[in-house]
C-alpha cells in the first residue's frame, strides 16, 4: 500500500499527460501567432472549412463541444480580421451562415501545416507500434471519463 505522498502509475499517466497537452498547446500558439491568430482561432476556421456551403454557429458550438457564446467571440474576430464572412442561410433568412473567405481558405490551410508539422515533430522517433499502444490508453481513458462523466448507470 502507497502512503499519501507516493505518486500512483495512473497518477503519473495523467500528469505527463496534461503535461504534453500543454506542451503541444505552447508549440501551436508559437506557430499560430505569426498568422497573427490563436489556436482557437484556427480549430474554428478549420471546423469551417470542413463545410463547403459554410455552417451556422450553433453547429460549430456543439462539433467543438463549447458554448455558443465562444463561438460568437471568436467568429467576431474571424470576421474582423477578414478570414470568415456571415451570410443569410439559403432556406432560412434568420440563419446566419459562416463561410470562409479566400483569405480564411489560406490561413486554414496554412494553419493545417503547422499543427502537422508540430504533430510529426512531436510523435519523432516513435515507432508504430508505440503509437498503436498509446492510441489505445488514450482511448481507454477517453472512454473511462465518458462513463464518469455520464454517472452512474439508471435502471
Request: proline share 1%; aromatic share 0%; charged share 30%.
Amino acid at each position: 500500500m502507497k502512503n499519501g505522498n507516493e505518486t500512483t502509475r495512473a497518477q503519473e499517466a495523467v500528469r505527463l499527460l496534461m503535461h504534453t497537452d500543454r506542451l503541444h498547446r505552447s508549440a501551436i500558439e508559437t506557430q499560430v501567432e505569426k498568422l497573427g491568430i490563436h489556436r482557437s482561432q484556427h480549430i474554428v476556421l478549420m471546423n469551417i472549412a470542413a463545410c463547403e456551403d459554410g455552417t451556422n454557429q450553433s453547429r460549430i458550438a456543439k462539433c467543438l463541444n463549447i458554448s455558443d457564446a465562444a463561438v460568437s467571440v471568436t467568429v467576431k474576430k474571424l470576421e474582423k480580421a477578414g478570414l470568415v464572412s456571415r451570410h443569410d442561410g439559403k432556406d432560412d433568412a434568420r440563419e446566419k451562415k459562416v463561410s470562409l473567405t479566400e483569405e480564411g481558405r489560406r490561413t486554414a490551410e496554412q494553419t493545417h501545416v503547422m499543427f502537422t508539422r508540430v504533430d510529426d515533430a512531436m510523435c519523432s522517433g516513435m515507432t508504430d507500434r508505440e503509437l498503436d499502444a498509446l492510441c489505445l490508453a488514450l482511448s481507454k481513458m477517453i472512454e473511462n471519463l465518458k462513463c464518469i462523466a455520464e454517472g452512474p448507470e439508471r435502471e
